[in-house]
């Protein structure tokens, strides 16, 4: 049987062409490349958590443009450092476009009134306070940059340096980056880590979902200790989502 390759979409036609070109690229340059193709009209974003790690991409960002919208998940369930360090790095950067994203009312209020639904239902929770707000605010963007990298480990072991999903570009930068190479980055450039990376938090999400690991641990093990859930949502494509709508960036 004649065996019939499936069309790209032009999308995804554009995304394997830019991670042919830039999948050994240092991060910089994936960077300049994401904001060289997209940046006119305002259709390029950086999502960022402000959390553990988020310092380096947020350092060379503001290296080559402060302007580009960061947008950042404020889920109403941050650890008071985490908002803390959202503004004093923003304003030590010059990032001059930060957004905080939040829940709508309207969902809180009918499914998250008592703020305790990550006790019962997890990937509700995430809908509601991360997926959903970014979902209408990246609407507007034809491409995204993200923070992950592939030795988080899970789904993000086969990550692609640029990748289509949900109908957008996505760059990721930083997927070929290990531990070494962002302490080697953040030294070389004083860069002031996130408080609770000292107090044992490696990857920092919402409290109540995110707990210290000991010393030799994965990275991501702290969150959602004990339950199978490894990922908010919001890098989950649609159709393969767990639930029909609904970690650290
Ligand atoms: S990480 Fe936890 S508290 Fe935060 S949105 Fe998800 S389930 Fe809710």
């Known amino acids: 049987m004649a065996f019939e390759a499936e069309a790209l979409s032009p999308l995804q036609a554009r995304a394997l062409e830019l991670n042919a070109r830039l999948r ?45 919208p960061v947008l950042f998940l404020d889920t109403g369930q941050l ?36 703020a305790d639904l990550y006790k019962t239902d997890t990937d509700a929770c995430c809908n509601i306070r991360k997926v959903l707000p970014l979902d209408r605010a990246i609407e507007g963007f034809g491409a995204w940059i993200t923070g992950r990298k592939r030795f988080h480990g899970g789904d993000r072991l086969r990550l692609a340096v640029v990748e289509k999903s949900e109908g957008k570009v996505k760059f990721n930068p930083l997927a070929n980056w290990n531990k070494a190479d962002l302490d080697a980055y953040a030294e070389q450039h004083d860069l002031p880590p996130h408080p609770l990376v000292a107090m044992g938090y490696p990857s920092v999400g919402c409290w109540p979902c995110t707990s210290p690991v000991e010393d030799g641990q994965d990275v991501r093990a702290g969150r959602w200790a004990g339950s199978d859930k490894t990922e908010c949502g919001i890098h989950v494509e649609r159709a393969r989502a767990p639930v029909e709508v609904g970690g650290d960036i």
């Open 24 to 68: 050994d690229a240092h991060p910089s340059e994936i960077l300049r490349a994401a904001i060289d193709e997209y940046r006119h009209d305002g259709k390029l974003a950086l999502v960022s958590s402000f959390g553990a790690e988020s310092a380096v991409l947020l350092h060379m960002l503001s290296q080559i443009r402060k302007d580009i």
């Open 79 to 114: 650890f008071g450092q985490t908002l803390d360090y959202r503004k004093s790095l923003a304003t030590q950067l010059g990032l001059t476009d930060v957004r905080d994203l939040r829940p709508s009312f309207a969902d809180l209020a009918t499914q998250d009134p008592n």
